[in-house]
């Protein structure tokens, strides 16, 4: 049994989330406030962050960089053809670089942004930093996300998949990061339409239909997040 400590809104917990499903892994869900640094979170991840998975009573593995190889390690052999990390080392490297790249670029400069001000600070006391959203980091991830949608349209237009010609952890990345900012109305579909077909592809896929299907209380989500034509 595999235990996953996640919040709904974390782009990484969300990514490690498709990545169970892709590989048909069974998972219980156990939802966690990281700022809340509860004693019994803090025992299995010092740092506090989610996602953090635990198989049986094994030690925690933690952050969905160590999450993603060890389930490829674990599961992605047994799974053939839909192991999500390709065979050829350059393609491995690539699958790599945009998983680095939205789980880092991408969620520091647009997504996390929209994620801790919309969502986060509405959830948390003020004594834990809630209240208002900052607008000036609205602002600065909404002239951010442009620079990445054209990225991800060349790819897109380029190629199968974002990393070749299989889907890989790199689309799921991608994918887990826009489905956050798609709930709150943020990405910007009309201006990329590559990248618009490239997320009906995988929002459309079995493992998404858990995500599409989560609501945050008193915050309904934009008519986008659950149309699969939009």
Same mark, same amino acid.
């Given at each position: 049994m595999l235990t996953l400590y996640h919040h709904p809104f974390s782009p990484a917990s969300r990514f490690i989330r498709l990545v169970l499903a892709e590989y048909g892994a069974k998972v219980e869900l156990v939802a966690e406030r990281p700022w809340e640094r509860r004693r019994g979170f803090l025992m299995l991840n010092a740092a506090g962050t989610v996602p953090v998975l635990q198989e049986y009573e094994g030690p925690p593995i933690c952050g969905a960089y160590a999450i993603m190889e060890y389930l490829d390690e674990t599961r992605g052999y047994a799974v053939g053809d839909r192991r999500l990390m390709p065979d050829h080392p350059e393609a491995r490297a690539?699958?790599?670089?945009?998983?680095?790249?939205?789980?880092?670029?991408?969620?520091?400069?647009?997504?996390?942004?929209?994620?801790?001000?919309?969502?986060?600070?509405?959830?948390?006391? #003020?004594?834990? @930093?809630?209240?208002?959203?900052?607008?000036?980091? *609205?602002? =600065? /991830? &909404? #002239?951010?996300? @442009?620079?990445?949608?054209?990225?991800?349209?060349? *790819?897109? =237009? /380029? &190629?199968?998949?974002?990393?070749?010609?299989?889907?890989?952890?790199?689309? *799921?990345?991608? /994918?887990?990061?826009?489905?956050?900012?798609?709930?709150?109305?943020?990405?910007?579909?009309?201006?990329?339409?590559?990248?618009?077909a490239w997320y009906a592809r995988v929002k459309s896929r079995p493992s998404f239909r858990p995500l599409l299907s989560e609501k945050m209380l008193g915050m309904p989500p934009a008519p986008s997040y659950a149309d699969l034509d939009f």
């Open positions: 690539e699958t790599r670089r945009l998983v680095d790249w939205a789980l880092n670029k991408l969620d520091g400069e647009v997504v996390g942004p929209f994620v801790r001000e919309r969502i986060y600070k509405q959830e948390m006391p #003020a004594s834990m @930093g809630g209240g208002s959203p900052d607008s000036a980091s *609205l602002r =600065a /991830a &909404r #002239a951010n996300i @442009g620079h990445h949608l054209r990225y991800f349209g060349y *790819l897109a =237009a /380029a &190629r199968n998949w974002l990393a070749g010609e299989k889907l890989t952890f790199a689309d *799921l990345a991608v /994918a887990a990061e826009l489905s956050c900012a798609d709930y709150l109305g943020e990405v910007t579909w009309a201006e990329e339409e590559n990248v618009k």
